[in-house]
């Protein structure tokens, strides 16, 4: 079999699995992205390994997948900026920064609480409560996609605090690297930190004048001439070169760039026609490869080997510092305790930033192989419990509401 | 730059200036997809070749391309499938089966004959021939949808004969292998024929059980369930299956099952809805990638190397075999002579079979690499020739029936 139809082969198992999946799950009451993570599990090496069958001799097979994944989380993170107005979330910018900051700190203190109990030297220590800092919202914005709510309270605090992680991970990173690697001078190393400042202030200028001022009329322009599926294509384009500009200029994720470009073309008029679009080309074909994919790049094996003890520390470190820090910082905005729990639960789970500061870790000697995979079960661990926890939470609300109404 | 983000850019750059020419050309009077190619030669190795900048330093990123293109000629070749009607189509059989066949027979014969004039052994002329046979309908079927006339006797005849052509010219390889192939005893060579045409049979008895009895309820199940997308998701696998099945089962091009899963789900009563996501998922991502990916898989300097006599004269017989074979089909089938020659030239343009044909000519020493470079050359000249002078051919043929509209 050629490549070619090695992929064909592999797609078709995995967005007919996935909607199956989704579907069940559904069906069970639960969210539909669970049943597609799990499939990815089932799929993945943790059980079946389908990708490593005799079929499968492609070396690159993974590779591309992954490829289409993460156009698929970029796609998913555009459609959750078109939900939201950016009007209403400046106006939730104050739980944003709160939850925000305050998510932030917890896990990296209580990380690096946790791996000076496992004796870690202070400064590894220290890098993995960073490891632990990134908090990943695709899984949380497709749940609350599902219900509905995304356009709530929630769903505000969450997008807007998820911004907010993006920029302090990213800072805190590159603020780490300059204060340890060993430097020529004093100013070099605050050059370092300050030339990430610069690059994201930079990128986010750009986007935002882009954003602001061209992309509205260059959207109606575009939908006036006679292309075909021309503002499709220009929206689809818009979203690489926004997710490749937050990456390469701004030192961002390029999620925060999909995420971004979807709330600018959110004010155009063409908002409806976009959402119809872009949602046909995620949820029919890359959103369902990348939420399998996630299960492709787990083990749940990692989880139950030697090393349970330090993932089950990193794991209770990694719920517990988000529910308190977004939780904490949610409540001095506000929000209710229930609001404040959902929101911390809602930024509980980790991903592909996590997994690059991870990566970074290793390859700096920060971390061990054991830590390593430790956050690999966390991630896994996190994004299967993040959708059930935060439905059950939001559900519960719902419960309230109606007594509250009922006693009326 | 990751690996991701290089592949964000290439898109972003291929999809945006894909539009652009395509608008362009559509402006000046030509179909899109003829400034959609062009864009393609531009930035492929005949000019700009720039995968190859140095920003582009992942050595699998063309491949990715490659395999992102393929399925836009799959989604775009079902979506031909999916405008035409099947007992239309049933209707044209004589003409596709006319023409079909002798579109495969002249260019067969006027290429062996042209291979013996340039010397070459009877085996090596014979598969020079079979080379030269096989049509690639794609550019012409997108020419035809642009000018809104694929539902026509043209439109018709033209996909009908790219069916017959591409089972012709599989069984005229396998035969032609068979033939050649040193032999244990008669019997093996003639098995290695019948096989084949066992595949085929089997291919297309199971597609078309499938596609008569199971996509009809299967489709009407999915739509009622509540799956995000899942209509489309499903249409999108099957098209994926019936491509892997076309090639894997029945060695046929993976693009003709996709065409016939088009034409089965023409029958559902989606029809309209399917049409209408597929279109987006096509123009809006895939099939401009497609367009430009023919001009980085080709070098126009080739055209203009040592054997352009050699080019010149396979160039000649690729033109003149289809348009005096696929022509004289359609008169014989009661087609007008300019009708014939609008299928003629219809049929004219060759593309991945005829690659893929030479490709195996080359490893088994059939063709020589001169031989194979002028090939080459034939694909981009007959592809880049058959949207202008189709369109030019269908608009001849509005101007006619305007004089005739006016003297009745």
């Known amino acids: 079999m050629t490549p070619f139809l090695q992929l064909t082969l592999a797609l078709a198992i995995m967005i007919s699995l996935a909607k199956l999946g989704g579907y069940l799950s559904f069906r069970l009451g639960q969210a539909a992205v669970l049943g597609e993570l799990l499939v990815g599990i089932v799929l993945g090496p943790s059980i079946l390994d389908f990708l490593h069958l005799s079929i499968f001799t492609d070396q690159h097979l993974h590779e591309v997948i992954q490829e289409l994944a993460e156009l698929g989380v970029m796609l998913l993170m555009f459609l959750a900026g078109l939900e939201l107005h950016i009007s209403e979330l400046i106006k ?38 960073l490891t632990l800092a990134a908090t990943s919202v695709s899984i949380s914005a497709q749940t609350l996609m599902e219900l509905n709510r995304l356009r709530s309270k929630i769903g505000f605090g969450l997008l807007g605090a998820a911004v907010f992680d993006d920029v302090l991970v990213v800072l805190g990173l590159s603020a780490f690297t300059a204060l340890v690697t060993p430097s020529v001078g004093e100013t070099s190393n605050a050059g370092m930190v300050f030339a990430v400042i610069l690059r994201m202030t930079l990128f986010l200028v750009i986007s935002s004048v882009v954003g602001y001022f061209i992309l509205p009329s260059l959207t109606k322009t575009i939908f006036s001439l006679e292309i075909s599926q021309g503002l499709i294509a220009f929206v689809f384009v818009t979203v690489l070169l926004f997710g490749w500009l937050a990456d390469t200029l701004g030192k961002m994720a390029a999620i925060t760039g999909a995420f971004l470009a979807g709330l600018w073309f959110g004010r155009t008029t063409y908002r409806e026609r ?68 959902q929101l911390g639960v809602g930024m509980m789970s980790r991903g592909e930033v996590g997994l690059i500061v991870a990566s970074v870790g290793i390859s700096e000697g920060y971390l061990t192989t054991a830590s390593f995979s430790a956050i690999v079960g966390v991630v896994i661990a996190t994004t299967l419990l993040t959708p059930p926890l935060l439905r059950s939470l939001i559900q519960r609300e719902s419960v309230i509401r109606e007594k509250l109404a009922e006693s009326e």
Not at 94 to 123: E, N, Q, R, S, Y
Not at 308 to 313: K, T
């Open 92 to 129: 939730s910018s104050k739980v944003a920064i709160l939850a925000g900051v305050l998510g932030v700190v917890f896990p990296l203190g209580l990380g690096a609480i946790g791996g000076a109990l496992f004796a870690l030297a202070p400064k590894n220590a220290l890098f993995l409560g």
């Open 274 to 341: 976009i959402l119809n679009g872009i949602s046909i080309i995620a949820y029919g074909i890359f959103v369902p490869i990348f939420f399998v994919d996630v299960g492709l790049n787990a083990d749940i094996k990692t989880l139950f080997g030697g090393n349970f003890g330090l993932f089950l520390g990193l794991f209770l470190i990694a719920i517990l510092g988000k529910v308190i820090g977004c939780g904490l910082g949610a409540l001095l905005s506000g929000y209710s305790p229930l609001e404040a729990l």
